[in-house]
């Protein structure tokens, strides 16, 4: 006789699954019919399995392409203030597929013992994300922490900037290993090979995630140009006073988003990265385009 669960898919390496199910961890398969249908179970499903087989994936309320993970709830996207230099388009790319995603991300400011990078934080600030600062002797973690409780959390920043360090400091069982920073390459070496989700104390998942470099994140399928405007959220309080309907909000007279930024209201850089990415959106064939809104 077959037994059936569902479960949490906390773990996805080479074709094997770890399930946490109500009683206990299994190891599970995927069958082969997810191959068929182009899909395949990623950390952070939920799913049914039969014996030690994953038989069905759980409807997904978002996904990310990399890192491979579902229904994410919270983004900490760690950033430091030197080596790496922040840089505002890679941060503010990323933030688009959250907020495309419905992820609510947190900004994270590593190695702020180093440098005091409040201008930087301020144009998150005042576009209305959270950021907090964190280095050592700099103690946030409480602040943190109480921003995860309850919910799956991904780690997520370039390669560098001190993921897997604060991890330790948030979470000291988890004994992840750290990435020494390369001078002769300008980048860390990888030492996170795959999303794992770790049960937190008080209720919810932490994973911890590969580093990205700025060429895979072109692997993030583009925001449609038309629906880019709602993924920038300090726009939304001028979009419905446009003179046109369908304004790109790049150089059109009577545009209400371009006066807010003559205005000191949106920061310069934030909506420079904007057009850059409509301009990016608008090389791309429809027909290229997923959306994975489902």
């Known amino acids: 006789m077959s037994v059936t669960a569902e479960g949490l898919i906390i773990k996805a390496i080479s074709g094997a699954f770890y399930v946490q199910t109500k009683d206990a961890i299994l190891p599970c398969k995927a069958r082969g019919i997810f191959r068929k249908r182009g899909i395949a179970p990623v950390a ?6 039969e014996d030690d087989n994953i038989v069905e994936i759980l409807p997904r309320k978002n ?9 994410i709830d919270l983004a900490l996207m760690t950033v430091s203030t030197v080596q790496p230099e922040p840089n505002t388009f890679v941060l503010d790319k990323l933030l688009t597929v959250c907020e495309y995603k419905e992820i609510e991300p947190i900004i994270i400011m590593t190695k702020a013992d180093l440098k005091d990078d409040e201008s930087f934080a301020d144009i998150y600030r005042s576009a ?9 002797g700099i103690h946030n973690e409480s602040q943190i922490l109480d921003l995860m409780k309850d919910k799956v959390s991904i780690f997520i920043g370039n390669t560098g900037v001190g993921k897997s360090t604060l991890l330790n400091r948030l979470f000291p069982d988890l004994e992840l290993r750290t990435a020494a920073i390369s001078n002769k390459l300008g980048r860390g070496r990888h030492t996170t ?14 994973a911890d995630s590969p580093g990205f470099s700025t060429v895979e994140l072109e692997q993030y399928e583009p925001v449609r140009k038309e629906e880019l405007q709602y993924c920038f959220r300090e726009f939304a309080p001028f979009i419905d006073d446009c003179k046109f309907v369908g304004c790109s909000h790049r150089k059109e007279k009577g545009c209400a988003v371009l006066a807010a930024l003559q205005e000191g209201k949106i920061s310069p850089s934030r909506h420079e990265s904007y057009v850059a990415l409509y301009e990016e959106a608008m090389k791309i064939p429809d027909w290229q385009r997923e959306d994975n809104r489902k």
């Open 128 to 136: 209305g994300f959270t950021v907090i600062m964190t280095g050592e």
């Open 63 to 71: 996904e990310l392409v990399r890192p491979k993970a579902a229904n």
């Open 44 to 49: 952070g499903d939920h799913v049914r399995i």
């Open 193 to 206: 090979r795959q999303v794992e989700l770790y049960p937190l104390p008080g209720g919810g998942y932490v």
